[in-house]
């Protein structure tokens, strides 16, 4: 767990940095230069994510189980992600509804998805990674609305276009992720 843990910290930390720690990264990036401090960025996260990946598959080995969800909260969680994958797509399409009307559809996505997977799943390593993710994003949105409103920042409006792309190509990313790839990387298949 403690191995988790530390990737959780590592990662969401850095990915807080944008946020909570504005005027440090700014004088950071000027200081190092804007390729150095991508890479270190990067070396940052990557570390973090496999801190996360290797102390989830070594929890995993021996679970703590702190409650069995019922079968149907699988069919939520399916629901939930797929709504996720379609508000991940959209932090990427430019003119959707989802990125007008919230500006942050990756934050929301974050969010469906670590609910999905903690109705899902009842043991402690799961509720450490995907409660962390969950209180991680939650926190994240209303700090980035709050600066969004302070600065008064607008995001274009939205077009059938954009709205729609984000739709197919979300689906359509979550029927692969769902059908072949979660079972190939997670081991697990969410439909059987």
Known sequence: MNLL????????????????????????????GEGAWKGLYSVVSLAGF???????????????????????MRHAASLLTLGSFVLLAAAYVPRNVFKARW??????GTKLWALAHLLANGNLADVLLFGGFLAWAVVLFIV????????????????????????????????????????LLIGVRPFG
Not at 50 to 72: D, E, K
Request: aromatic fraction near 10%; charged fraction near 10%; proline fraction near 6%.
């Open 103 to 108: 500006g942050h559809p990756m934050l929301l």
């Open 144 to 183: 980035s609305r709050r600066h969004d409103r302070a600065l008064g920042t607008t995001y274009p409006a939205a077009s059938r276009t954009g709205t729609a792309v984000s739709v197919l190509v979300g689906g359509a990313s979550w029927v692969v992720f769902a059908l072949w790839a979660h079972g």
């Open 50 to 72: 496999v801190a996360i990946c290797w102390g989830y598959g070594l929890a995993r080995q021996a679970p703590v189980t702190l409650w069995v969800p019922p079968l149907g």
């Open 5 to 32: 843990i530390l990737g959780l910290v590592i990662f969401l930390g850095v990915h807080s940095v944008r946020v909570f720690a504005a005027p440090w990264r700014d004088a950071t990036r000027a200081r190092l």
